[in-house]
């Protein structure tokens, strides 16, 4: 099983920017897609961004492009969220995962919320003035 620390979250004004980071470890073969999803309280888990192991190919969900980029380091198993021009409907706690096969796509991967194994604690991002 893989297990995921998170970190990088706090509290921010609006406007205001925050680079998350999360480490994977526990699997022997390199990992495929990574990303990044966040709950917000009484709100199911959503889908944030996912990059593939090359980086080559990214995705984010609309509400967040143009201000979130993702990137990883493969060498250190750890995938990054910076995080710009921040807004209180951004808060929430982020979590990062792994595809589970180095063959899903980003898009089978954005909509795997209820599939992953094990998640990690997650990191609190609180957007407020």
């Known amino acids: 099983q893989v297990q995921f620390v998170e970190s990088g979250g706090g509290l921010v004004q609006p406007g205001g920017s925050l680079r998350l980071s999360c480490a994977a470890s526990?699997?022997?073969?390199?990992?495929?897609?990574m990303g990044w999803f966040r709950q917000a309280p009484g709100k199911e888990r959503e889908f944030v961004a996912a990059?593939?192991?090359?980086?080559?190919?990214?995705l984010y969900t609309d509400s967040v492009k143009g201000r979130f980029t993702i990137s990883r380091d493969n060498a250190k198993n750890t995938v990054y969220l910076q995080m710009n021009s921040l807004k209180p409907a951004d808060a929430a706690v982020y979590y990062c995962?792994?595809?589970?096969?180095?063959?899903?796509?980003?898009?089978?991967?954005?909509?795997?919320?209820?599939?992953?194994?094990?998640w990690g604690r997650g990191t609190q991002v609180t957007v407020s003035s």
């Open positions: 995962n792994v595809a589970p096969n180095p063959f899903t796509s980003l898009q089978i991967f954005s909509t795997m919320t209820a599939n992953f194994d094990s």
């Open positions: 526990g699997r022997t073969r390199s990992y495929g897609t």
């Open positions: 990059i593939s192991r090359t980086g080559d190919s990214i």
